[in-house]
């Protein structure tokens, strides 16, 4: 693991744990233990930090969504496999962290939503593209709205205050997110392996109950 890469590793943890707007870059050079003037030479403000910090935590959910491209599963199975991690996705978006920086600084979390939407859109398409092939998706609907249509409803779980008094885990949020959108892309052909394959994670999710208890 490279400097930087630990680097932005320590400052994302503090910058999620107390906010956009709290955190100084004084606080960022005595957490990891450097001089203001080091930090300052490789970031010229808190602001290109904030957005270098984005891009890392971005880019680490997109390398592990993409390796799951050479595995030999179907188009539903990719998304079904991808759950966990569009979890750690909208996860970027941390309520205190988030808030702040829609409220202090909206350029960037502007430009962190429009670089999110084009890299997460390719990997969604490609597994359209696949699952059309494959006879598992509908060939009738935008497949572009459809996705931001997706991306945004895996956003809205900390950013709306539609969920804001909500008694659901950030978990199951994400898996009715899927969910719902499957639903909406898929054939009857997909729809029967889709039933199948959640009758099969609901009876693992018993039998480890039963193990448990």
């Known amino acids: 693991m490279s400097e930087k890469t630990i680097f932005l590793e320590k400052v994302s943890d503090l910058f999620f744990e107390n906010g956009a707007k709290a955190v100084t870059m004084d606080d960022v050079a005595k957490h990891v233990s450097i001089s203001?003037?080091?930090?300052?030479?490789?970031?010229?403000?808190?602001?290109?930090?904030?957005?270098?910090?984005?891009?890392?935590?971005?880019?680490?959910?997109?390398?592990?969504?993409?390796?799951?491209?050479?595995?030999?599963?179907?188009?539903?199975?990719?998304?079904?496999?991808?759950?966990?991690?569009?979890?750690?996705?909208?996860?970027?978006?941390?309520?205190?962290?988030?808030?702040?920086?829609?409220?202090?600084?909206?350029?960037?979390?502007?430009?962190?939503?429009?670089?999110?939407?084009?890299?997460?859109?390719?990997?969604?398409?490609?597994?359209?593209?696949?699952?059309?092939?494959?006879?598992?998706?509908?060939?009738?609907?935008?497949?572009?709205?459809?996705?931001?249509?997706?991306l945004q409803l895996m956003l809205s779980f900390e950013n709306s205050v539609l969920f804001e008094n909500e008694q659901c885990e950030r978990s199951q949020f994400c898996f009715e997110s899927v969910m719902f959108y499957l639903h909406s892309i898929t054939t009857e052909k997909g729809r029967q392996i889709l039933a199948k394959m959640n009758f099969e994670r609901d009876f693992k999710s018993d039998d480890q109950i039963i193990k448990e208890n």
Do not use: C, W
């Open 36 to 150: 203001k003037r080091t930090l300052y030479e490789e970031y010229t403000n808190k602001e290109e930090l904030l957005t270098a910090i984005l891009d890392f935590k971005l880019q680490k959910v997109i390398d592990t969504l993409k390796s799951i491209e050479a595995e030999n599963t179907n188009a539903i199975e990719k998304i079904l496999i991808r759950e966990k991690n569009f979890e750690k996705f909208s996860n970027t978006n941390q309520s205190v962290f988030i808030r702040q920086l829609v409220k202090y600084y909206p350029a960037i979390f502007d430009h962190h939503i429009l670089t999110m939407n084009e890299k997460i859109s390719e990997i969604l398409f490609n597994n359209i593209e696949k699952g059309r092939r494959e006879g598992l998706y509908r060939e009738n609907f935008n497949e572009s709205l459809y996705i931001r249509f997706f």
